[in-house]
């Protein structure tokens, strides 16, 4: 992500968003559904890293909308929390983008950190709370696909 | 937008804007959650996005489903073979069954009319595909492609071949969510069916678990003791099986069994489910007004319908009239 040009049109933003939330809710095997890396948190975060202006906060707000819809739970839950670590992200993004690739990585960790935890704080005033601990596995195992996914993404903005 | 070199908009973001955004928009999320939460007024907004997401939904599942359909197409003769001979089995053990069935049938129809009392039984049914889709792994919840189009409506249950499934929690155009009694926001109105013992069985998050945590010390459970759904609630048909008793745990320094039963329906097994109506009507007109059967749409509507003892008076079960006198009062005393 350093210096990449951005060639962003807004359907590739909407076929990005789309194959994050689809990756929502493709079929896993069981076991191996805690692990499920956050696509649309980790899109979110890289919109707002890299081009702030072009998606910032209100992108986050629907995105998050549109997976409180798909995934069935109560709407503006992700809204409020994609939103609030956009915020975040879009404060930090002047530091984080000169950070060597691993430092980048622990921010990301840190901010998909609060987004769950805002998701369970959530949970719990709305009365169930997940209190199973696999609900934290997703956090690290997004992060660690956090250089995957900036090199991915970049490409696909650099294609013309 | 491609090129931001020659944007004349500062280049440090901030400021009051953003903080204003992040407010604005957040108020927006508090409300819409608070909207959902409390009133569940955004039925419109819920189907909008729901529309939107199955077409997603859909090419998400269907090349899941021809999978799965081309490995039974493909499969060996010698496995055809097998099933055949066992459905063939199966199926004149479930003749000789249905005979049975009919007797007892005509018997139950002469002592319904004795109580004059309505049967409830399952009048009509629609056979609704679940898309393989994982909505949210901590919660045990499916998505079926039928949904209001095909009258589908909040709070019908769905059933499969071996037992009780859920109930729809969510029902939009094309499709409903369906919450499975496994899931840890649902609980069912269960009676054993050896005794007649009524309780409630709630869902553990796992697929394949129930626990009955408000069985007193005195109740009679054992291993394998069929549950079978009480009606209670009126969300449910009454007599369908739902579970088989897995564990019974005595420990006498605690007042409640601890009991746990696995769910006979093929919950992460089955391809479709059956929506079904019957005729919820509960017998004697009782005030029971937060236990209107059917239409209150949340899942939870099961647990305080069970725990009313006034839905619990008015007993639909004339199959109860045997139960043993310890059974009474196992009856809903969570």
């Known amino acids: 992500m350093h210096g990449t040009r951005i060639n962003f049109g807004w359907g590739r933003v909407v076929v990005l968003t789309v194959l994050a939330l689809a990756a929502t809710v493709l079929p896993l095997p069981e076991p191996l559904e805690p692990f499920r890396p956050n696509f649309v948190a980790l899109t979110v975060l890289w919109f707002c890293l890299l081009s702030p202006r072009l998606l910032g906060l209100s992108y986050a707000w629907i995105a998050g909308l549109a997976l409180d819809g798909f995934a069935g739970v109560l709407l503006g839950q992700h809204a409020l929390t994609l939103t609030v670590v956009a915020y975040v992200a879009c404060k930090l993004r002047l530091q984080v983008r000169a950070f060597p690739p691993l430092q980048q990585s622990a921010v990301i960790l840190a901010l998909l950190w609060l987004n769950e935890f805002l998701l369970f704080w959530i949970d719990g005033i709305a009365g169930h709370a997940i209190t199973d601990w696999r609900r934290w596995i997703t956090v690290p195992v997004s992060a660690a696909l956090w250089p995957l996914v900036t090199g991915l993404y970049a490409r696909y903005a650099a294609r013309r | ?334």
């Open chain 2, 1 to 334: 937008m491609s090129s931001h070199e020659s944007d004349p908009r500062p280049l440090l973001l901030g400021g009051p804007a953003l903080g204003l955004r992040l407010l604005v928009l957040a108020a927006m999320a508090a409300g819409l959650m608070v909207a959902d939460h409390r009133d569940h007024h955004l039925a419109a907004i819920r189907d909008g996005i729901a529309t939107l997401a199955y077409p997603v939904q859909w090419a998400i599942s269907a090349p899941v489903q021809a999978f799965d359909a081309m490995r039974e197409s493909f499969a060996t003769k010698t496995r055809v073979e097998a099933a055949n001979v066992r459905l063939a089995s199966d199926n004149l053990v479930l003749r000789l069954k249905l005979m049975r069935y009919e007797s007892l049938e005509q018997e139950n129809r002469r002592l319904r009319a004795v109580r004059e009392s309505s049967p409830r039984v399952v009048q009509r049914s629609l056979v609704a595909e679940i898309l393989r889709v994982d909505l949210d792994p901590f919660r045990q919840r499916v998505l079926v492609n039928k949904g209001t189009r095909a009258g589908v409506f909040a709070g019908q249950a769905a059933i499969d071949a071996q037992g009780i499934c859920g109930q729809v929690t969510r029902a939009g155009p094309l499709s409903a969510e369906i919450i499975l009694i496994t899931d840890p926001e649902h609980a069912i109105p269960v009676q054993v069916n050896r005794t007649g013992a009524r309780s409630i069985a709630l869902g553990t998050g796992r697929s394949g678990l129930l626990s009955l945590p408000y069985l007193p010390q005195n109740a009679d459970v054992v291993v394998g003791d069929l549950l079978v759904s009480s009606g209670l609630g009126g969300v449910y048909p009454p007599g369908y099986p739902v579970a088989k008793v897995a564990s019974v745990v005595r420990d006498p320094g605690q007042p409640l069994l601890a009991v746990e039963a696995e769910p006979l329906a093929g919950l992460d097994r089955d391809p479709e489910v059956l929506l079904v109506w019957f005729d919820n009507a509960i017998v004697e007109p009782e005030p029971e007004t937060p236990a209107e059967p059917g239409l209150p749409a949340p899942p939870p509507a099961a647990v305080p319908a069970a725990a009313d003892p006034g839905a619990a008076a008015p007993d639909p079960q004339p199959a109860e009239a045997t139960a043993a006198p310890t059974a009474a009062p196992n009856g809903d005393t969570p």
